[in-house]
């Protein structure tokens, strides 16, 4: 069964910065392409960013390009999204998931960026 736990959301100051993460199991973590995906209040699910197995093909939205870097650890199961320069339009529930484009997600972490 496909776990994923996210981790390390809170609250932000305008221009702060977060790390999240993200623990995986029940699937071979290192050959998963794995995306971060999130959902402000009242809308629809937006994707963040996506990476390739081997951490070589990365892809992000354009919201969030130059602000936000994604990143794995293999050996740790780990996923990572380091997110800088945060706005109060980057308030939402932060879910990893398994896939480059689609698959399961896990239950997310709070991001709220406010003054």
């Known amino acids: 069964e496909v776990q994923l736990v996210e981790s390390g959301g809170g609250l932000a100051q305008p221009g702060g910065s977060m790390r999240l993460s993200c623990a995986a199991s029940?699937?071979?973590?290192?050959?998963?392409?794995m995306r971060w995906v999130r959902q402000a209040p009242g809308k629809g699910p937006e994707w963040v960013s996506s990476?390739?197995?081997?951490?070589?093909?990365?892809r992000y939205a354009d919201s969030v390009r130059g602000r936000f870097t994604i990143s794995r650890h293999n050996a740790a199961n780990t996923l990572y999204l380091q997110m800088n320069s945060l706005k109060p339009e980057d308030t939402a529930v932060y879910y990893c998931a398994k896939g480059f484009a689609d698959g399961p997600r896990g239950q997310g972490t709070q991001v709220t960026v406010s003054s």
């Open positions: 029940g699937f071979t973590f290192s050959s998963s392409s």
């Open positions: 990476i390739d197995a081997g951490g070589g093909v990365i």
